[in-house]
């Protein structure tokens, strides 16, 4: 067990611990080099914006967040690494808690980004956004990809996915079924912020949007959008069509699917939205717009992936997994 001086600065306790695991190749970690030292550059530099946003709100939580869940101090920060990974970490050690997302997945959401809205400008000034700016839009597509990923890790700490007493006979689909309740879980952390948080003041600067009715679509369409960014994002280039039920995570086209249902449900029973985007064809052009974005043959097992999962042959899988889920939400075997 690694032990830390608790009078550290939360950002010392992290560089410390990712030395220690970077040395040692540990797992996932050995990849990790050390922190992206944001302090040193400018205030309104994006990473060093969005460092700070993540631990103003890890600063406030209050049992809504957790559920009455005690979780530990949490830090956030971004990490370098060797190579070009992008993913998020929580990684804990001696009663301190840390999420970390690499900095090359910053650099894929702005770049991503950028290019939605560039490629879109009829979709962006038209429908979403017509009194922003291209690079204010941009920002918030990478706002609220962001969002996406960092509140998913904290929803494995607050759901205590990591604890040692899991639901009983959970099965061999249990890792997947953590990763999409905490995508959901998430998602409702992020919805409420954008729509009845101060996310919501930030989206209307940004978007230059005033109308409450404007505004609530604007968030809405903008989410999906960031939505299908990162789970597209992680989906290309992935080739492998039957997925085995011992892998970490299930594949992108059931988080993507899982995912739309969570807004869906937060949309009907929490936030008393319309949920007409479900069936009138929003999703369909929301996700060829994202898709567009990728090369041909970074997609091109899309459709069979989909396919399959929508096939007789992935029903026992999907069942598994319904079961997990279950299981994860109502403690029940």
């Known amino acids: 067990m690694i032990s830390f001086d608790f009078m550290d ?12 695991k970077y040395n040692r190749k540990e797992g996932v970690y050995k990849f990790i080099t050390g922190r992206v030292a944001v302090e040193n550059l400018a205030p309104n530099d994006v990473y060093r914006w969005l460092v700070d946003w993540m631990n103003q709100q890890l600063s406030d939580i209050g049992v809504n967040s957790t559920g009455g869940r005690r979780l530990p101090p949490i830090h956030f920060d971004l990490v370098q690494v060797v190579t070009d990974i992008k993913n998020a970490h929580v990684l804990e050690a001696d009663g301190l808690a840390f ?5 090359p997945m ?3 959401m702005l770049r991503l980004s950028h290019a939605l809205v560039e490629r879109n400008r009829a979709l962006m000034g038209l429908q979403i956004a017509p009194a922003a700016k291209s690079h204010e839009i941009a920002q918030l597509i990478l706002f609220m990809q962001f969002s996406l990923v960092t509140a ?23 890792s997947q079924a953590q990763e999409l309740d905490a995508d959901g879980y998430g998602i409702y952390h992020d919805l409420s912020y954008f729509f009845h948080g101060r996310g919501r003041l930030i989206t209307a600067q940004w978007l230059r949007v005033s109308n409450v009715k404007a505004l609530e679509n604007s968030i809405l369409d903008c989410y999906l959008l960031s939505l299908m960014l990162q789970f597209c994002a992680r989906w290309a280039g992935k080739t492998q069509v039957v997925w085995d039920a011992d892998a970490e995570h299930p594949p992108q086209p059931m988080r993507i699917e899982y995912s739309l249902l969570f807004v869906e449900m937060w949309c009907r029973e929490v936030g008393k939205i319309s949920t007409s985007w479900m069936t009138d064809g929003t999703l369909n052009r929301h996700f060829d717009t994202v898709a567009s974005l990728f090369r041909s043959a970074a997609r091109e097992s899309w459709k069979l992936q989909m396919s399959w999962l929508r096939g007789a042959e992935s029903e026992q899988y999907r069942s598994q997994i319904r079961r997990s889920v279950d299981r994860l939400r109502t403690g029940k075997a």
């Open 9 to 20: 600065a939360p950002d010392i306790a992290l560089e410390r611990l990712l030395h220690e």
């Open 99 to 103: 999420i970390v997302v690499t900095q």
């Open 106 to 108: 910053v650099d894929e």
């Open 152 to 174: 998913h890790e904290y929803s494995h700490l607050v759901r205590g996915h990591w604890d040692d007493k899991q639901p009983p006979e959970a099965g061999e689909s249990l």
